[in-house]
């Protein structure tokens, strides 16, 4: 079973409107922690956000911000005032466990974002 | 902004060559990641380290191999590529906590003709 799923494999959004990309998770354990990256087409990942299960808020960095309802096990990304520059692959990503040494990560199969001008 | 290395950014290479793709990082990091990723798909773990000496393989089974002999170096190795190698490989490294976020490096597209 996907441990992360996201279910839109493309999107097309109207420059300077909201986004939100969609994530769900699977797990059983208490611990973990929720990653949202982006990758250009120049293809670097690049870390946007994080949300750590225990967290009382959802996390906010600049315009981006993460939606966390953890009795759904959702972790949505929200991108304010969309920009050409945020056309790329968006992926969710969760970490089980408390940080520990043989933690790992494991990353859904991303959503394309398309800005339209 | 992360400090993390691969290079060649971009290879092209003949079946049955032995390459090794780099991977450095100067962040102290214990944790380091190679993925492969075929281009607009999702990231498969191939192999993982936990700091120098120890390796381990992934969930996606690869014929490259690794190794960690120092805390900022950690290579990856086809003993002879095959065109099936072709993709992009990235590396990451992390610290080990919590909030173990992964930095990347700018991967290296590997093309086997």
């Known amino acids: 079973a996907q441990k992360i799923t996201q279910t839109q494999p493309g999107m097309f959004v109207q420059e300077k409107e909201a986004v939100t990309l969609d994530c769900t998770y699977d797990?059983?354990?208490?611990?973990?922690?929720l990653f949202w990256y982006k990758q250009p087409s120049s293809g670097e990942m690049i870390f946007l956000i994080y949300?750590?299960?225990?967290?009382?808020q959802n996390a906010t960095e600049g315009r981006y911000s993460l939606n966390f309802q953890k009795a759904r096990k959702s972790a949505n990304l929200v991108i304010s005032a969309s920009q050409l520059g945020d056309s790329a692959m968006y992926f969710c990503?969760?970490?089980?466990?408390?940080?520990?040494?043989?933690?790992?990560?494991?990353f859904g199969k991303g959503t394309r974002l398309h800005i339209l001008p | 902004e992360a400090d993390i290395y691969q290079t060649p950014r971009y290879l092209v290479i003949g079946t049955g060559k032995k390459i090794t793709l780099e991977c450095s990082q100067t962040m102290g990091h214990d944790k380091m990641y190679w993925y492969q990723q075929d281009p607009g798909m999702e990231l498969h773990l191939i192999h993982y380290s936990y700091g120098v000496n120890s390796t381990e393989k992934g969930d996606l089974s690869s014929e490259s191999t690794v190794s960690r002999i120092r805390t900022e170096h950690f290579p990856l190795t086809l003993e002879s590529a095959r065109p099936s190698h072709t993709s992009q490989y990235l590396c990451?490294?992390?610290?080990?906590?919590?909030?173990?976020?992964?930095?990347f490096g700018p991967g290296t597209r590997l093309l086997v003709l």
């Open positions: 990451a490294s992390s610290e080990v906590r919590e909030e173990e976020t992964q930095y």
């Open positions: 990503a969760m970490r089980e466990g408390e940080g520990e040494r043989d933690d790992k990560i494991i």
């Open positions: 797990t059983s354990d208490p611990s973990y922690g």
């Open positions: 949300q750590g299960s225990y967290d009382q």
